[in-house]
């Protein structure tokens, strides 16, 4: 078979370096001569006219861009343009290289097939890495008229035809599987509202708590890691580089509901939340001082576990949970607690420095993964709020543009970086056996209202200054008309 494999294709592995020494791919010199515009500085492509990044994207039959190349400019160019128009504009070019090739020399008509396998091949790794591009009539009907024109390099044998049906089969397996997803999201866990019985009875000692389920901290860590690779799994490139396309867009009062689509974030995020709440529900709920103390100790273990793991996003919600403050005001219950544990956790959270100690430890965590031998020391889970803040402010300081108009392409190949990282762990798979008993409970729990938290906490220690006193009696009274 004539078509180039992708391991003979002129590209290097995506990010094999920190973007710094093999940015700009594989480009040829008379490249920049054809596009002009392009600006490098140490040899990296840093900025450039939308319409020469273009060119740079689709191959030529001496050239085929490097995959990290690829990789970050498919998906900063839905910044600047549809998905879509950009297919147009790579079909565009790809049946203007045609034409010249089919009317040159015999050495030049030659090279169509080699031409057609490195266009199929740019087409497979779009389809591949970001499918959902793909989801509306006029991209797919882009992408159908390229296949179309580049099926005609090899009408004698149809190898093209057959690649490019298996090509479109794979996409349509991935849409579908993504709708499949969406149409069965899981409903939201909402609070329980009503906490009214707290005040008039307490809880049976043979109602389940999480120490029922599960009394070793390693192994509801591993759970808890389970969970929240499964939930990145639903996570990808293009849901990230909404945030900034979702910013630009509120940034010029534009409504752009293509990029506004952000379930896959909202419900990560809100999985971090519902940790947070249930580590507050399972402490409140706990009527014995002593009983409440061993699951505060039970918890600052299970965090310790994650943060031994890699699963740093449980971690912190772990400790948000117990941050809060119908937890924190639990006196009498933290003076039984042994917190040195509990420091220690808090200092790798510590804010200052912008997170100074925790993004030491992550940055551990991953040169740990880049070595592993195994998957277990592969595990990087990074604190989902914080990641999606950093590019949240990689945007805002640095402008999408230039002065002089051209893309500033440097702040995306720092931007695409990040997200790689991401979508590199996402990958890991989960080597801890699963307990569907312990992930049901994390997963379907009772989670109190911060109302009912508040009810639950001072039944446990009552009040002890005016503002408590006062809040308490506000509950009570709001509890007493609903009755």
């Not at 900063?76 to 549809?82: K, T």
């Not at 580089?241 to 419900?267: F, P, W």
């Amino acid at each position: 078979m004539f078509l180039e494999t992708p391991e003979t294709m002129p590209q290097t592995p995506i990010f094999s370096s920190m973007l710094g020494s093999s940015c700009s791919g594989q480009v040829q010199p008379d490249m920049g001569e054809r596009c002009g515009d392009p600006v490098y500085q140490d040899g990296n492509l840093i900025s450039g006219s939308l319409e020469a990044l273009i060119e740079r994207l689709v191959p030529t039959m001496d050239y085929y861009p490097d995959r990290t190349y690829i990789f970050t400019f498919l998906l900063s160019s839905r910044v600047f343009i549809h998905p879509h128009e950009l297919l147009a504009k790579v079909g565009q070019i790809c049946i203007k290289q045609k034409q010249q090739l089919e009317t040159g020399t015999e050495a030049e008509k030659a090279k169509l097939k080699s031409f057609a396998a490195k266009i199929i091949q740019l087409l497979k790794e779009w389809t591949e890495t970001f499918p959902y591009d793909f989801q509306d009539e006029k991209s797919m009907k882009e992408l159908k008229e390229i296949a179309h024109r580049i099926t005609q390099c090899d009408e004698e044998n149809g190898t093209v035809k057959k690649i490019i049906s298996q090509m479109t089969q794979n996409l349509l397996m991935a849409l579908s599987a993504r709708s499949q997803y969406q149409e069965i999201r899981e409903k939201f866990r909402q609070p329980v509202a009503d906490k009214g019985t707290i005040l008039k009875n307490k809880p049976q000692s043979t109602q389940k708590d999480i120490l029922s389920v599960c009394c070793d901290p390693l192994v509801l860590a591993q759970q808890l890691t389970h969970i929240e690779l499964e939930r990145v799994s639903n996570i990808y490139p293009e849901d990230l580089m909404q945030i900034v396309s979702h910013m630009d867009s509120l940034d010029n009062h534009k409504c752009r509901g293509d990029v506004t689509k952000t379930y896959n974030l909202e419900a990560y995020d809100n999985w971090f939340n519902c940790l947070s709440m249930l580590v507050a529900t399972e402490i409140c709920r706990v009527v014995k001082k002593k009983q409440r103390t061993r699951m505060v100790e039970f918890f600052i273990d299970v965090a310790r576990e994650c943060f031994n793991i890699g699963n740093f996003n449980s971690m912190m919600a772990i400790i948000s949970g117990m941050n809060l403050s119908p937890v924190a005001r639990l006196k009498k219950t933290w003076s039984k607690v042994k917190t040195a544990k509990f420091d220690v956790l808090e200092h790798h959270m510590d804010p200052s420095s912008n997170f100074c100690n925790y993004r030491t430890a992550l940055q551990g965590a991953a040169q740990r993964s880049q070595t592993a031998n195994s998957n277990r020391e592969k595990i990087v889970i990074p604190v989902f709020n914080l990641f999606i803040k950093d590019i949240y402010f990689l945007h805002k300081i640095h402008t999408n543009r230039l002065p002089n108009g051209q893309i500033n392409f440097k702040k995306f190949w720092e931007i695409s970086r990040q997200i790689h990282d991401f979508m590199t762990w996402k990958q890991v798979e989960c080597p801890f056996e699963k307990d569907k008993k312990i992930q049901s409970y994390l997963l379907t729990a009772p989670i109190y209202s911060e109302e009912a938290l508040f009810i639950a906490s001072f039944e446990s220690e009552g009040p002890e200054n005016h503002m408590e006193k006062d809040s308490w009696k506000t509950l009570r009274t709001t509890l007493l008309n609903r009755a």
